[in-house]
């Protein structure tokens, strides 16, 4: 079974509109970290933002925000006000504290941002 | 500080063929792991590292083969290379006191024909 489920393979937004990219996880751990990297067309990847499992606040990183509902098991990247330089892979992450400390990736969300 | 490389960037070969995908770090960091990317499967872990003499196996390690003598080193060889091996490369590190962030190499670049 995935662990990380991106279900959305493309998403598309209006430039400086509101954008949100979903992932659910699948944990049995108590303690785990939750991470959104960005791979543009260039391929490297880039680390976005992070939200710990017992982080009582969503993380926010500029114009990101992490949508952290734990009940759920999902954390929604939320990009507000979105721009031609968002477009790209989004990849959503997990690390387990009771396992390797490795992080375990979904498919990826491809977002195309529209002037 | 040149952080997480790899070599080669880009590489070709026949099927049946060897070689050695190089990962280096000069962060100390004592994970280290290796990842290839294909289309519509997003990364998946092939071998990781947590600590130099100390492998296993991640996601999908058939075909690979990897040794950590070192914290700096992490390199990952192919015995006899297979055209379902052709994806890009991502090697990785990072340690308990970087926190969160996981630092990536620029990717190698592989087609096995």
């Known amino acids: 079974a995935q662990k990380i489920t991106q279900t959305q393979p493309g998403m598309f937004v209006q430039e400086k509109e509101a954008v949100t990219l979903d992932c659910t996880y699948d944990?049995?751990?108590?303690?785990?970290?939750l991470f959104w990297y960005k791979q543009p067309s260039s391929g490297e990847m880039i680390f976005l933002i992070y939200?710990?499992?017992?982080?009582?606040q969503n993380a926010t990183e500029g114009r990101y925000s992490l949508n952290f509902q734990k009940a759920r098991k999902s954390a929604n990247l939320v990009i507000s006000a979105s721009q031609l330089g968002d477009s790209a892979m989004y990849f959503c992450a997990m690390r387990e504290w009771g396992g390797s400390y490795i992080p375990t990736f979904g498919r990826g969300t491809s977002l195309i941002v529209h002037p | 500080n040149a952080g997480v490389t790899q070599t080669p960037k880009f590489q070709v070969l026949k099927t049946g063929q060897s070689m050695t995908l190089q990962c280096a770090q000069d962060?100390?960091?004592?994970?280290m792991s290796w990842y290839r990317q294909d289309p519509g499967m997003g990364l998946r872990l092939i071998h990781y590292?947590?600590?130099?003499?100390?492998?296993d196996q991640g996601e999908v390690p058939n075909g690979y083969n990897v040794s950590r003598s070192t914290t700096e080193d992490f390199p990952l060889r192919l015995l006899s290379a297979a055209p379902s091996q052709t994806s890009v490369y991502f090697c990785?590190?990072?340690?308990?006191?970087?926190?969160?962030?996981?630092?990536f190499g620029p990717g190698t670049r592989l087609l096995v024909l």
């Open positions: 939200q710990g499992s017992y982080d009582e």
């Open positions: 590292s947590v600590g130099a003499g100390i492998t």
């Open positions: 962060m100390n960091h004592e994970y």
């Open positions: 944990t049995s751990d108590q303690s785990y970290g």
């Open positions: 990785a590190t990072s340690s308990l006191t970087s926190g969160e962030t996981q630092y």
